[in-house]
């Protein structure tokens, strides 16, 4: 944990120096955990010494607690931000976070070079971080899509439910007879593809109205909507419901190359990988692997499985990354085609 906290501060010291200061005050006056108070004579007396500044923390209606620190002018709040020996403490850590979450994403600091350079590096350092995490960052030789449309063609399913459409690159992508996708956003679903080969219905919907709705079963359902474990998890379990006996699941951002982008669901990969590991630990019945690419693509079939066992397992990053090979049952792009091949031959 010390170790992430530190990498997390390195890179907040590395955005504070490329980000607009005015737009970082802005974003402190504005949120509830940073507002600026120049007076504290009606709060609590209850305070903390963070190096050479102290935060004040009182309650808001709903009990929960909030931190706040006078910022007198911006060449103080930036100094404050660098958090160069600051102990690991609760309001240190809900600061760090919604900060890094504001720069790396509103800020869109995630794209500068110096920034990407920061995770190579980190990934490269890695003892299984060329074999089985860089793979992953690219779908230029094998794409989810591609996995999908394989499964199609090689077991002549007739019927495809997309959870999580997004721009419906990947669902014009697909053909197969039957076609059905849902999402709650307000997507133009105009852009979609039509073809008189296949029958199309798109849903706004919420994933959890429409399986509550749905009576329709189908051959391979691909879960890519809200990233976030618990949602995830009902998608899985309601597909479950509704796939043929020898359809097949398909998950997508089961490999995140780093912890960050994991950390701040629905955000990027979001923390879905959770969901599948949950389902290697506890779900014999199924057959499960995931494949070393495009954010990592998890398939789910029916079948049997050696239960992922280890008495010190738990939901972690900490953990999924030192473990994240034997935990997800991750496999090559080259050991799936093999597979792929060979069921096409049986």
């Known amino acids: 944990m010390i170790t992430l906290r530190n990498e997390i501060r390195d890179l907040l010291a590395i955005m504070l120096s490329k980000a607009d200061v005015a737009l970082i005050l802005d974003y402190l006056n504005r949120k509830p955990i940073f507002q600026s108070r120049d007076v504290f004579e009606t709060w ?4 903390m010494q963070l190096g050479d500044r102290r935060f004040y923390r009182n ?12 910022i007198k002018d911006v060449d103080e709040t930036v100094e404050f931000l660098k958090y160069i020996d600051y102990p690991d403490d609760e309001a240190v850590t809900l600061i760090e976070d919604s900060l890094f979450f504001f720069l790396y994403y509103n800020l869109s600091l995630k794209k500068d070079p110096e920034i990407s350079d920061y995770f190579n590096t980190l990934i490269k350092k890695s003892d299984i971080g060329e074999e089985w995490i860089m793979p992953s960052r690219s779908s230029s030789v094998l794409s989810r899509s591609d996995i999908i449309q394989g499964f199609i063609d090689r077991f002549e399913y007739k019927s495809y439910l997309e959870v999580g459409l997004a721009r419906l690159e990947n669902f014009n992508k697909i053909r197969c007879k039957n076609k ?15 073809s008189q080969r296949e029958k199309i219905d798109l849903f706004h919907q919420k994933s959890d109205d429409f399986f509550r709705e749905n009576n329709e079963m189908y051959d391979i359902i691909f879960i890519d909507g809200f990233h976030e474990h618990q949602q995830c998890r009902r ?5 479950l419901k ?3 006996t020898s359809g097949t699941i398909i998950m997508h951002d089961l490999n995140p190359g780093h912890f960050i982008s994991q950390k701040f669901p629905p955000k990027s990969n979001g923390d879905v990988w959770k969901t599948f590991a949950e389902l290697r630990t506890t779900r014999q019945e199924l057959e499960m692997f995931t494949i070393c690419t495009d954010q990592g693509v998890g398939v789910i ?5 050696t239960i992922y066992a280890d008495p010190d397992f738990e939901l972690s990053y900490e953990y999924f990354d030192k473990n994240r090979v034997k935990l997800m049952n991750m496999i090559s792009i080259k050991d799936f085609l093999e597979m792929m091949e060979m069921s096409s031959s049986d």
């Open 301 to 305: 079939r029916r079948g049997d499985q």
């Open 44 to 47: 609590s007396d209850d305070s």
């Open 242 to 244: 509704f796939l043929n």
């Open 59 to 70: 309650q808001d209606e709903s009990g929960n607690s909030i931190y706040f620190y006078g």
């Open 180 to 194: 059905v996708g849902i999402d709650p956003a307000k997507n133009d679903f105009n852009k979609c593809n039509l």
């Open 235 to 239: 998608d899985v379990e309601n597909s």
